[in-house]
């Protein structure tokens, strides 16, 4: 039977980000399990790759300040590129309420060390993005190092450098029970047999309650279905763009190569695993798309480039990290609600400190247990899209 350190279930970024921690912290007698024939076929392959540190909540900046450092040193990390890009983000507000959001959220963004968000005037947007519909807009934010990832060559760098390392990685592999012993983790049973293991982490993304479960234990992870539509080559937009999100109503945007990407999150969208892309949803983003900026009128949608993906979405739109109350060994790595590409190399650095020394001092994460919920503490972020 394989004996391992430690089992990660689920080779998407984040289960791959871990091994990387753990295999650099010289801990390499590792497993990624993976039920698919590829390792980007579950939400990392369909994310938009935006990387932004203007959050509202100190776990997320210090989250986000860690990861954008390292996918700013991403090839002397790992041999890889990231293809980082700090185009930055442009969050326009058109109500004095968002402003003061804003406003509120660069005190906590300074406080955590995080200098360059600037509060921009309505003037100062216009002449980043001339194209936007203007008359209502009252000011905004913009960070330069906020920016975008390629999400595949970030997983694929973290992995391979574990590999290098020594980790090994099982795709085609569905891991179907986690074996407890007297409340400690003692192995798992997979499509290819037991494995015997003292630590499991769950990195299921959004299949990470339906993991948990296996252990006997519930975490509260729906997915979520979001949605993408890009543009053919489009001309009228300045390059480099930022993302600019619409506070109004969430509508964002940013260049996709020659083309425009284009996101808003539907509320009428409700829980389930549903990955089809719904037709309808164009006409939808369109409406909103051609109200901010009035030229994507004239763009076309290009419908190979239309997909729909999961979010892993937790009550209050933080990730879960941490150990599994009541199952020693088991650790969760949940629940990231459309973060967990720019968030992945920090969650990786706490979850392998964790593993190996029962704390993480460089990021403290202990308000994200799970425990959070049961306590009725949970986080509250303004800055959610
Ligand atoms: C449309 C869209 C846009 C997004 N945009 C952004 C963005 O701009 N920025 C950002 O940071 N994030 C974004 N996200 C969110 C981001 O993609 C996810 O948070 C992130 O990919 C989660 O990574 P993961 O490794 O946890 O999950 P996944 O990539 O889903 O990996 C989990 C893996 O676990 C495997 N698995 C599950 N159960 C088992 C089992 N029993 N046995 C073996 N394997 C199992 C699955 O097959 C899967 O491959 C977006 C998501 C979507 C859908």
């Known amino acids: 039977m394989a004996t391992f350190d430690v089992v990660i279930i689920g080779g998407g970024v984040v289960g791959s980000s871990i091994a990387y921690h753990l295999a650099e912290a010289g801990c390499s ?13 579950g939400s990392t392959g369909k994310s938009a790759g935006g990387v932004r540190a203007q959050f509202a909540t100190p776990i997320n900046i210090r989250m986000s300040r860690y990861s954008i450092n390292c996918f700013a040193h991403f090839e002397e990390l790992t041999g890889h590129t990231a293809d980082y890009r700090p185009h930055g983000y442009l969050f326009v507000a058109t109500s004095e309420r968002h ?24 003037e100062d947007i216009v002449r980043m993005v001339p194209q936007l519909r203007a008359e209502d807009i009252v000011g905004g934010s913009f960070c330069p190092t906020d920016g975008f990832v390629d999400p595949y060559s970030v997983l694929r760098g973290f992995s391979a450098r574990a590999r290098e390392r020594g980790v090994q990685v099982w795709l085609n592999t569905e891991v179907t029970g986690i074996e407890v012993e007297q409340d400690r983790v003692s192995g798992i049973v997979t499509t290819q047999g037991r494995v015997a293991t003292r630590t499991v982490v769950n990195a299921a993304g959004p299949w990470a309650a339906q993991v948990a479960r296996l252990a006997g234990v519930e975490i509260p992870v729906s997915p979520l279905r979001r949605q993408i ?4 080559p489009f001309d009228q937009l300045p390059r480099p763009l930022p993302m600019v999100i619409d506070m109004s109503n969430g509508f964002h945007f940013r260049r996709e190569g020659e083309g425009i990407l284009m996101a808003w999150p539907d509320s009428q969208e409700t829980v389930g695993f549903k990955t089809t892309f719904d037709q309808e949803f164009i006409e939808k983003i369109l ?8 030229c994507l009128a004239e ?50 650095r706490i979850v392998s400190e964790l593993i190996l020394h029962g704390q993480s001092p460089v990021l403290d994460a202990s308000v994200l247990s799970v425990e959070r919920f049961a306590a009725g503490q949970l986080i509250k972020e303004t800055a959610v899209l």
Do not use: K
């Open 287 to 294: 409406t909103r798309a051609v109200n901010r900026v009035p």
């Open 299 to 348: 763009a076309q949608v290009n419908p190979r480039r239309c997909w729909a993906g999961l979010y892993e979405v937790t009550p209050d739109h933080h990730a879960i990290i941490g150990p599994a109350p009541g199952v020693d060994g088991l650790f969760f790595a949940n629940g990231f609600s459309g973060h967990g590409v720019m968030h992945s190399p920090a969650t990786g």
């Open 229 to 232: 539509v890009n543009t053919q």
């Open 29 to 41: 007698n590792v497993v990624i399990i993976e039920r698919n024939e590829r390792q980007e076929m």
């Open 99 to 122: 402003l003061a959001v804003l406003r509120a959220n660069r005190q906590q963004q300074i406080a955590q060390g995080l200098t360059n968000v600037e509060i921009v005037t309505a």
